[in-house]
């Protein structure tokens, strides 16, 4: 990861996303979606990944106000087909046909959109979104059980959420995983999650760490020369949701951008 991107090149992530988002607008507008069978749930979850880039380019910039701004409306984008799947009474209801952008990963990233934004009340509607899909098909065990652990925990329920978290650590125990996969990934998270929900400082810490030397490792890989390259996402949901439930930012790294941390004082 390089310390810092350039001006310029932020600002050629900048109209290459606006780009983007212009044209899926265009699309969704014309009957090209009709004749190429794209859904609208589908479309909702790709609009919810532009708006993300694009508030990563806005947070990269230091323009705080239009980066909170655009995380809600990526949160938006990213609940659309959570409604569509399970309101009846939302206008594009689509019951059990809906299948995209209803896996607990789009559930997550909408949380943690909210958290990016410093919206709680936002972080706990998106969280409480996601339920088993009609056609049972669930992402692998430590993702499943973290974004329960997120639900019962932003609903209240500290003791689920800290069952769910301790199964998916002590599995990781019994059989460690070594490199840069989704078990590391998951496994720091949760780290720092059972952290927030034990309120425990050191352990939080030890978590928020473990995330940011992983996700340090993989902005060496696909993500290297992108917006997220310098920005970890998870890292700063995770540090916002942390101090509101009372305890404090002692993690400091560029990857953790300041002017989104939220200060209750």
């Not at 507008?29 to 790709?46: C, L």
């Not at 984008?77 to 569509?84: A, I, K, L, N, T």
């Not at 065990?141 to 932003?154: E, G, K, N, V, W």
Request: hydrophobic share 40%; with cysteine.
């Amino acid at each position: 990861m390089s310390k810092k991107p350039t001006t310029e090149r932020i600002n050629e992530w900048l109209k290459i996303t606006l780009e983007g988002i212009e044209r899926r607008q265009t699309l969704m507008n014309s009957d090209f979606d009709v004749k190429n069978n794209i859904t609208k749930d589908t479309r909702y979850r790709g609009s919810a990944m532009d708006y993300e880039s694009l508030a990563l380019c806005y947070t990269l910039q230091g323009d705080w106000g239009k980066a909170k701004a655009t995380f809600i409306q990526a949160n938006q984008f990213g609940q659309r087909p959570f409604h569509m799947a399970y309101n009846e009474q939302d206008p594009e209801y689509g019951g059990a046909s809906v299948t995209d952008g209803i896996q607990e990963s789009n559930a997550i990233k909408a949380t943690e959109f909210a958290l990016a934004a410093g919206d709680l009340a936002l972080a706990k509607q998106a969280a409480g979104l996601y339920r088993v899909p009609a056609d049972n098909h669930k992402m692998p065990a430590p993702i499943h059980r973290y974004i329960f652990a997120l639900q019962a925990f932003l609903d209240g329920d500290k003791d689920r959420a800290q069952m769910l978290l301790q199964i998916s650590l002590d599995e990781f125990l019994k059989k460690p995983s070594k490199g840069q996969n989704y078990k590391v990934n998951y496994h720091t998270l949760s780290l720092a999650l059972l952290g927030v929900v034990l309120h425990d400082q050191p352990a939080f810490n030890k978590g928020l760490e473990a995330q940011l030397q992983f996700y340090t490792k993989a902005a060496k890989g696909e993500i290297h020369d992108t917006e997220e390259e310098f920005v970890c996402l998870h890292a700063l949901a995770l540090t916002n949701l942390a101090i509101f439930y009372g305890l404090k930012q002692e993690i400091h790294h560029p990857l953790i951008p300041q002017g989104l941390v939220v200060s209750l004082q």
